[in-house]
């Protein structure tokens, strides 16, 4: 039954056909040749149970929140108040959009988001100040996926509820590896402005910099709201994300004016449009999960890869290596959508903390997001920049080595994720 299920998924991709048709096929596939006497009314069954779970509200209000702020000032302002305080440093144009992507995502959750906001202003500054557009495209493209670990994340909404994991968790978990990221991809732009010789900016006045931080107090409210609120247990996820949405409007309508009233229904349009994907993939992947679990298809992979009796770092190592694989060719939610329930059992069975294996799972979708051949964020960057595929990935292999050295030092330290879930929820 995998086989086949897998070779009409390969070929239906390799026609062009959008994610959602492949997984929906398969499944009804399976069903009619291998399980002919179950009725095909479980897929629909199972594909309504799949969106049903309340925590998937967060995903629309979230990605509203997301395409609020990124018509309005939020992240100009986000970005004037990291240039003032590491701008005139070695590096300090890279440091600043490393630095400006991680405060973005923490508002906005979407590394295309990211990209789009923070890169198309900072790329001119950056090649202007003596940067090769190859280290700039990479940086900006990989930083964006910070977004992807700093709460909001639909990444690890989709995995929790998948994964039966505990969101909140998840979302605090994030933040270490998203700080470790930041970290070392700012230790790599000092060390490639001091090998070309940047030369140095100006440094900002303190006047200066008290003015950005005015300017930018209310947008840094953003995750100030979601970190607090979650580690506080003051609010649930679905609870913050209603109150981004909130907040997103008074700040962008009422303060900034920088959106106006009529351009809300436009954003809520482009909403629905992405929310109805990620619903449907949701609902798909729900059906294809049930199908292969009924099937007993996850333990024969497991059994059939010797993973059966593994301990717990092979287990790791096994699921890393899946992910990342996996996100290199397909959209991460549909590789989360079909791996993750294959993996589950064995997390469990081995003693593996479910909220440190979601980090990683999602860490692995942020790599696979800016990783040929398909990453989202290469496309992306693409069609914003105007510039052809090769030329937007040259840059890129140190950058995914030090998302593989994070990755490395994760799953060797797990307290870099764990230490605040378990000091807010254990």
Same mark, same amino acid.
């Given at each position: ?227 607090? @609120?979650?580690? &506080?247990?003051? %609010? ?5 994300? #209603?109150? $981004? /949405?909130?907040?997103?409007?008074? *700040? =962008? ?114 790599? @696979?997001?800016? &990783?040929?051949? %398909? ?5 992306? #960057?693409? $069609? /914003?920049?105007?510039?052809?595929? *090769? =030329? ?35």
């Amino acid at each position: 039954m995998a086989t086949t299920m897998l070779a009409i998924m390969a070929v239906l991709m390799l026609l062009g056909f959008p994610m959602m048709i492949p997984m929906l096929v398969a499944t009804l596939a399976g069903f009619l040749i291998y399980l002919p006497n179950l009725k095909t009314d479980i897929i629909i069954q199972q594909m309504i149970s799949g969106i049903s779970p309340v925590a998937l509200i967060t995903v629309p209000m979230f990605i509203l929140a997301a395409d609020i702020v990124t018509r309005g000032r939020t992240a100009n302002r986000l970005l004037d108040l990291a240039m003032t305080f590491v701008g005139h440093l070695r590096g300090g144009l890279a440091v600043t959009t490393a630095l400006s992507c991680t405060l973005f995502g923490a508002i906005s959750g979407s590394t295309q988001a990211t990209v789009v906001a923070i890169g198309g202003p900072l790329r001119p500054r950056m090649l202007k100040g003596g940067y090769e557009d190859k280290f700039v495209l990479a940086l900006i493209i990989n930083a964006s996926d910070i977004a992807f670990l700093i709460p909001p994340s639909i990444g690890m909404i989709v995995f929790g509820i998948v994964g039966k994991v505990s969101i909140a968790e998840l979302f605090l978990a994030g933040i270490g590896p998203g700080l470790l990221i930041l970290l070392l991809f700012t230790i790599y732009s000092v060390w490639y402005a001091l090998r070309r010789n940047i030369p140095l900016l100006p440094r900002a006045t303190w006047p200066e910099r008290f003015s950005a931080m005015r300017r930018a107090a209310l947008a840094t409210m953003f995750p100030v709201m979601i970190v607090g @609120g979650l580690f &506080t247990g003051l %609010f649930s996820p679905t609870e913050v994300a #209603a109150i $981004a /949405v909130v907040y997103a409007l008074i *700040l =962008e309508v009422g303060v900034h004016r920088a959106v106006a009233l009529r351009d809300i229904p436009a954003i809520a349009y482009s909403t629905g449009l992405i929310t109805g994907i990620v619903f449907i993939l949701v609902g798909a992947g729900a059906a294809f999960s049930w199908l292969i679990s009924f099937a007993q298809i996850p333990q024969q992979i497991i059994g059939g890869l010797g993973l059966a009796d593994a301990g717990p770092a092979m287990v790791l190592f096994a699921i890393c290596a899946a992910f990342f694989i996996a996100c290199m060719f397909v959209d991460s939610i549909v590789a989360t959508l079909i791996l993750t329930p294959i993996f589950m059992p064995l997390v469990m069975s081995t003693g593996l903390d479910p909220v440190l294996v979601g980090t990683i799972v999602t860490l692995q979708m942020a790599i @696979g997001s800016a &990783t040929p051949p %398909f990453g989202c964020d290469i496309f992306t #960057a693409c $069609a /914003v920049f105007r510039k052809p595929y *090769l =030329e937007v990935i040259r840059g890129t292999p140190p950058f995914i080595a030090l998302l593989l050295l994070a990755t490395f030092l994760i799953a060797a330290f797990p307290q870099i994720a764990l230490f605040l879930p378990n000091l807010a929820f254990r």
